[in-house]
């Protein structure tokens, strides 16, 4: 009988399916531990959106045969799309499965090394769940981006735009909620291209109102849904509506922003929207949630970006209400337009930039998490037996005492004080 680790780095869409696989492996015998060292085959699911992650992937790799000699190593995942013979070379690895052929490892760990042709692969890669390793389940509704931003290396390792049909979604969601699963994450590499491969051409918003119609009236008050990230070109009326009438989504977004600046934006091939929109749209969304957690990932150091385009990006991070954020320096990714652009950043300047925006975003956190204890209480998600748990608000909460409620459970709790970043709070009233 094979015992099995994996290891995934990178996105929650990697997360989602290494799970998928594990529990694939899992019903043909083969049995997964937590320790490495006790493994005969290790799954690494890899990144390769920055040269940080494809670092990390080859000390992970490393790292795992030092510790384990005699375990098989199967690599997959986008830099297994882009990079097969460098990762096929390094200690252990025995396979290596391209990000496109990934879905052929639901078959077991042993399955034939040629994949099958990509004419016969089904339209959506058949993933799924029934559990999930956390306490919080994502829940993968969409792969691959056909927008290919001239920074971006994602539309060469998953292809094309693809999405699941709602009514997978919604199933999927049932079934983790007979497991107990009270929040699920709705993800995706790009969820603004949702539903254009579909028959009846449902954009994102119509799926979430199709899941609130759905589950709203049995789990309003009992279970949430969290959205992973969208672009503010999808801030619409629509948008709008839909979130102000939920009963079930997290009054939480984060925005693929990247800067604040109209022609870097143009420059990155993100000219389809205007930065000022998401102002304008959390000014409007601010009826329906008057407390709201925001956060936005962003780029600094762009090639060709200035001094003054920089402050742009600053001014707009002062005027949203963002509650966190994740910046990165840019990073070259070879064959990426970007690449050749001319102007580039020096590497200091890039990480000075990246570490002035951090600062002005951890003022704004530290602000935030403040005014959440004059709430009467926060509908914290227990995320494991030592305590911790996330506010709707996603905010990082830890409960001074036992919360009475397992790992997945909603506990309504009054906030107290907040230590290092995390908001404490007491346990009130724990949800069915």
């Known amino acids: 009988?094979?015992?099995?680790?994996?290891?995934?780095?990178?996105?929650?869409?990697?997360?989602?399916?290494?799970?998928?696989?594990?529990?694939?492996?899992?019903?043909?015998?083969?049995?997964?531990?937590?320790?490495?060292?006790a493994a005969d085959?290790?799954?690494?699911?890899?990144?390769?959106v920055t040269a940080n992650a494809v670092a990390d992937l080859r000390q992970t790799v490393r790292r795992f045969h030092r510790d384990?000699?005699?375990?098989?190593?199967?690599?997959?995942?986008?830099?297994?799309?882009?990079?097969?013979?460098?990762?096929?070379?390094l200690p252990g690895v025995v396979r290596v499965v391209a990000q496109a052929d990934k879905a052929d490892l639901l078959g077991?760990?042993?399955?034939?090394?040629?994949p099958a042709p990509a004419s016969e692969k089904p339209r959506f890669a058949p993933f799924s769940i029934s559990g999930y390793g956390r306490a919080r389940a994502v829940v993968k509704v969409q792969d691959g981006c056909s927008h290919f931003c001239t920074y971006c290396i994602v539309p060469l390792t998953r292809g094309r735009s693809v999405s699941r049909p709602v009514a997978e979604v919604a199933d999927e969601i049932a079934r983790l909620l007979g497991a107990g699963f009270r929040e699920f994450i709705?993800?995706?590499?790009?969820?603004?291209?949702?539903?254009?491969?579909?028959?009846?051409?449902?954009?994102?918003?119509?799926?979430?109102?199709?899941?609130?119609?759905?589950?709203?009236?049995?789990?309003?008050?009992?279970?949430r849904l969290r959205i992973s990230s969208v672009e503010p070109g999808q801030l619409t009326d629509k948008a709008l509506d839909v979130l102000s009438s939920s009963r079930l989504v997290c009054p939480q977004l984060h925005l693929s922003l990247q800067s604040g600046d109209p022609?870097?934006?143009?420059?990155?091939?993100?000219?389809?929207?205007?930065?000022?929109?998401?102002?304008?749209?959390?000014?409007?969304?601010?009826?329906?949630?008057p407390v709201m957690g925001l956060g936005a990932d962003l780029i600094t150091g762009f090639p060709g970006e200035t001094e003054a385009q920089f402050e742009n990006t600053m001014e707009l991070c002062r005027e949203l209400p963002l509650t966190y954020g994740h910046v990165f320096p840019y990073s070259e990714r070879?064959?990426?337009?970007?690449?050749?652009?001319?102007?580039?950043?020096?590497?200091?300047?890039r990480k000075e930039r990246a570490a002035r925006l951090r600062k002005l975003i951890g003022?704004?956190?530290?602000?935030?998490?403040?005014?959440?204890?004059?709430?009467?209480?926060?509908?914290?998600?227990?995320?494991?037996?030592?305590?911790?748990?996330?506010?709707?608000?996603?905010?990082?909460?830890?409960?001074?005492?036992?919360?009475?409620?397992?790992?997945?459970?909603?506990?309504?709790?009054?906030?107290l004080r907040v230590e290092r970043g995390v908001v404490i709070v007491e346990p009130w009233e724990v949800s069915e």
């Not at 000022?276 to 969304?285: E, I, K, N, P």
């Open 186 to 223: 709705l993800s995706g590499i790009n969820l603004r291209h949702f539903g254009r491969d579909l028959e009846s051409k449902p954009d994102f918003w119509d799926l979430v109102a199709e899941l609130e119609r759905t589950f709203a009236p049995d789990w309003a008050g009992r279970a």
């Open 68 to 89: 384990n000699p005699a375990a098989e190593i199967i690599v997959t995942g986008c830099a297994a799309q882009v990079m097969p013979e460098e990762l096929a070379a």
């Open 263 to 289: 022609q870097v934006l143009k420059a990155m091939g993100r000219g389809h929207y205007s930065p000022r929109s998401a102002v304008d749209f959390m000014d409007r969304l601010k009826g329906a949630w």
């Open 334 to 349: 070879p064959g990426t337009r970007a690449a050749e652009l001319p102007g580039a950043v020096d590497v200091p300047v």
């Open 108 to 114: 077991g760990p042993m399955t034939p090394a040629t």
């Open 1 to 37: 009988m094979t015992t099995f680790h994996t290891a995934t780095l990178g996105c929650k869409i990697n997360q989602y399916e290494t799970r998928s696989i594990a529990e694939a492996w899992a019903g043909r015998d083969a049995v997964e531990t937590d320790d490495p060292r």
């Open 41 to 48: 085959l290790i799954l690494v699911n890899s990144c390769a």
């Open 363 to 415: 003022r704004r956190k530290a602000a935030f998490l403040k005014r959440l204890l004059e709430l009467d209480h926060l509908d914290v998600l227990v995320q494991d037996d030592r305590g911790r748990g996330v506010s709707e608000y996603y905010a990082a909460c830890r409960f001074e005492q036992p919360p009475g409620a397992a790992p997945r459970s909603l506990v309504r709790a009054r906030p």
